[in-house]
């Protein structure tokens, strides 16, 4: 099986849960996992004054060495990722090629001035507003349309990083890290 590589990109004041979710169940299924910063800072603080550790630059990343972008959320994150071009870029080479792309919580607004997220979707609630796209669905943990997942928020992360697990790495080995996480809810 060839190696699966993962971009989680962090600006200042993302989503701890979200990102940490993302990271460790990815992490727990054997796919690499590139923590990357914007601004070439090692170190990356959350909404809540969590560091995270980053492991590449943003500009030393290129669609064709990854299989999904997923962004955790966080508005003022959120924020930061939407006007940075390195970001929109990359965002826009992965979807005309097809790869994956996900967001959670407040991260679709950045697929959404990308010019990358499809009809449906979901999101925090309330960022809809700012989206101003038809096609928000209300009540799933994850939405899927062609190569674009969405997610809710810090209580969906799970759901949403094994929605991941399963999208890159089939059935099987998403319910083998779903029953090891007891994610039954999943």
């Known amino acids: 099986m060839k190696n ?9 004041g993302f989503e701890e849960i979200e990102a940490v979710t993302i990271i460790d169940v990815l992490r727990r299924a054997k796919i690499e996992v590139l923590v990357a910063s ?3 800072e090692s170190f990356v ?8 550790q980053t492991d590449v630059q943003l500009k030393d990343v290129n669609a064709d060495m990854l299989d999904m972008i997923a962004l955790p959320g966080g508005w003022i994150g959120t924020k930061t990722l ?7 870029t990359l965002l826009k080479e992965m979807d005309a090629k097809g790869k994956e792309i996900g967001a959670i919580c407040a991260a679709p607004y950045v697929l959404e001035k990308a010019g990358v997220l499809k009809d449906k979707y979901t999101c925090y609630p309330s960022v809809e507003e700012d989206i101003k796209r038809a ?3 209300d009540a799933p943990m994850v939405v899927e ?4 997942m969405t997610s809710r928020g810090p209580a969906t992360a799970i759901c949403f ?8 790495q089939g059935k099987e080995k998403y319910e083998a890290i779903k029953a090891g996480l007891l994610a039954e809810h999943c």
């Open 4 to 12: 699966i590589t993962v971009l989680v990109p962090l600006a200042c």
């Open 161 to 168: 990083a094994l929605a991941i697990v399963k999208k890159l």
């Open 135 to 137: 096609g928000y669905q």
């Open 82 to 88: 939407a006007a940075d071009e390195n970001i929109k």
């Open 145 to 148: 349309d062609a190569n674009i």
């Open 38 to 40: 914007l601004d070439g």
């Open 45 to 52: 603080k959350g909404v809540h004054g969590i560091t995270i």
